[in-house]
């Protein structure tokens, strides 16, 4: 137990960046002025490439309104890494802790992210020199496991519903099938939320496909044609990652030559390849018919001035917790939140589970909220993301 | 003059919706319970489609409340037609009026929509039936003549600057090149706008192409390869309808197959085609270097919960004074919008132009506003631009 530990502080963040991600940032900030074990405060620019360059910024100087500024911002304000430490990384992250008396690290981010942090530590337990390590959760993908849900999810899913329901408005204009493609590697989370854009019964989403749930060509062009007989178009929302029953997603097998990053994450967003491929395929079967397509893209994490309220304080609320905890008896762990109460009465309250338990692996979209026909999502989706988004825009119908 | 004309009334709406073309709908049938010269309100279901299949609503019955709330939804609530009639297409229009007492026409669309309206108000008159027609203006693209600018405009401006100040915080986050897509075939009045997202020396967008200005991939590629150096990032605005110096769109050249609607225009929207084409341009000369893109598509016509309050204010004003000039002493024209003032300073006054003299043709953006570069646009076009959208968010940066 290290409660007794002064020293300095490391905060950086990582991976692909959220509209909220900087909640996190101000939550930690904020509360380290309220203990009296933090030295100075280190920023780390671009994550963990920072910190070996050492190359930080003093977050403890920056006055309390800049502070809400940059909370309010979209993205890193301190940039971000997509550098994946290995040990030898994690052994240079180390030294430089060493060097500058750094004995607390904040690091916000995913499951790459966590798996970092757990290295860096168990690095410095090796070495017995005591530091305290804490990952603050963060991801759009909704991914983390043990977390209820993550920050910086709900407001992609807020847009990605704001975008669904004009997008179904657009699509009753002018009559056709469109395919949106959202955000989503292997997890559908961020998929299932558009259903909070069908509120009523011939809305859309008309179909949902979740990577969890593969699909033939055929199911996926057939699932189409049946909603445009019924209702003359037909709004379909898919995970980027979406997959054929032989387990390889749709873009892998479109484009030989795409783009893999350090993690190698294949690159999927900003390329409208999965699109046109998709919109090729219906329109073989269904000539004539209007189609379009949309890839969401980066909007998706970084669209301002639509931030839901309930992310943004949570976001806030798992970086205060971090250093919260650090300043206790916890010396190292991620920031987990557990829901409590449905629709109104829904809260959250924050524990600490293993570095190691959140780690690397991901979560995906749980079978219960998949129908079993695996084109849309069960009922009970709507009370887990439900509580998690903004307002939605009170529309009026002109009924035909 | 028939200002003692009685009779019925259709309404229509017509092209590409915009996110408020529902608040000049809803301008007309407020206006029109006002005058006693209007007997029912026949709004055409799906435009010119709506009138010749004679599938009509009774807008009159529609309650206060509930018109305000269509007035609130994106797209268009009687739907939408992309039909160009012809004259034949014409005649039956104005059978299927000389058959139900119309007397009064107000049709809500583009320079197309103008022409419709114009021809039939044509046939009208050579066949001596007593009929007032007028356009309502809409048109994201900002290109109808005339008018100082159209409805619909402001709000995807809007949504086009509030997308880029999120994608160039992300894109300072994780470093590189991003190319962003914006609607405008052949005008560049919406990527224009984008240059409200700049309010630091060095914000995106960097660079601004639109399709009044040709520009070979040399200079493209070139221009961008300077802020690179300069900024070790470059954040890139297109309009979807930059052309090469030959006169030939991208797009074009890119793909032979591209879908064409019954008015000639190509379907350049909702494809990633152009995304992935400028930066595999850029990237055979930038190797290694981080390349994003991503096509903002249909969300920029059809976003709830963004519209910009002069937009929807001047968008209803529209279709009110259509139908108040109709219960005066003129027989036909376009609604258009004169500016007065600059900044706080800003309103606008409505007049009556001829149909003609809006129908068919458009209106670039203005030479005045692009620089000699043909690479951004001038200083002098934010205050042409920034009356007409909404709040902007305010954003906080860590200085490095």
Not at 279 to 296: C, L
Not at 359 to 382: C, H, M, Q, R, W
Not at 391 to 396: A, N
């Amino acid at each position: 137990m290290k409660s007794e530990l002064k020293g300095n502080v490391v905060v950086g963040q990582s991976g692909g960046p959220t509209a909220v991600i900087n909640q996190s940032l101000v939550g930690v900030v904020e509360e380290l002025h309220k203990h009296e074990c933090f030295g100075k405060c280190l920023g780390a620019i671009h994550g963990v490439r920072g910190i070996v360059d050492e190359q930080f910024v003093d977050l403890k100087q920056i006055a309390p309104d800049d502070l809400e500024a940059i909370a309010r911002t979209p993205a890193a304000a301190l940039g971000s890494s997509r550098d994946k430490p290995d040990e030898d990384y994690c052994n240079r992250i180390f030294e430089v802790f060493r060097k500058n008396d750094v004995r607390y690290f904040f690091y916000n981010g995913g499951n790459d992210s966590a798996n970092t942090a757990h290295i860096v530590n168990e690095v410095a337990q090796q070495a017995g020199y005591d530091l305290k390590v804490f990952h603050v959760p963060k991801t759009i993908d909704n991914d983390l496991r043990v977390t209820d849900h993550c920050p910086g999810y709900g407001t992609a899913a807020t847009f990605v519903t704001h975008a669904v329901i004009g997008d179904d408005f657009d699509n009753r204009s002018l009559k056709g099938i469109k395919v949106d493609i959202v955000m989503g590697r292997d997890a559908g989370w961020l998929a299932a939320s558009s259903m909070l854009a069908k509120r009523e019964d011939d809305d859309g989403p008309h179909l949902i496909y979740v990577p969890e749930r593969p699909v033939t060509m055929e199911q996926f062009v057939g699932d189409i044609s049946d909603v445009y007989d019924r209702l003359g178009r037909c709004v379909v929302v898919v995970s980027e990652g979406i997959r054929d029953v032989d387990g390889v997603i749709w873009t892998k097998k479109i484009s030989q030559d795409l783009e893999a990053d350090a993690h190698g994450n294949v690159q999927l967003s900003g390329t409208g390849a999965l699109a046109d491929f998709l919109t090729s395929k219906v329109k073989e079967n269904m000539k004539g018919v209007r189609m379009r397509a949309d890839t969401f893209g980066y909007l998706q994490r970084s669209f301002p001035a639509l931030i839901s309220p309930v992310d943004a304080r949570e976001a806030r609320l798992c970086g205060s917790q971090a250093v919260y905890q650090a300043a206790g008896a916890i010396d190292s762990g991620s920031i987990c939140m557990q829901r409590f109460g449905k629709g109104d009465r829904y809260r959250v309250e924050t524990f600490v589970s293993a570095l190691a338990s959140v780690a690397a692996e991901t979560k995906p979209l749980l079978d219960e909220y998949i129908n079993d026909a695996g084109n849309y999502v069960t009922p009970s989706f709507y009370d887990y993301v439900a509580p998690l988004v903004g307002p939605l825009p009170k529309v009026g119908y002109i009924r035909k």
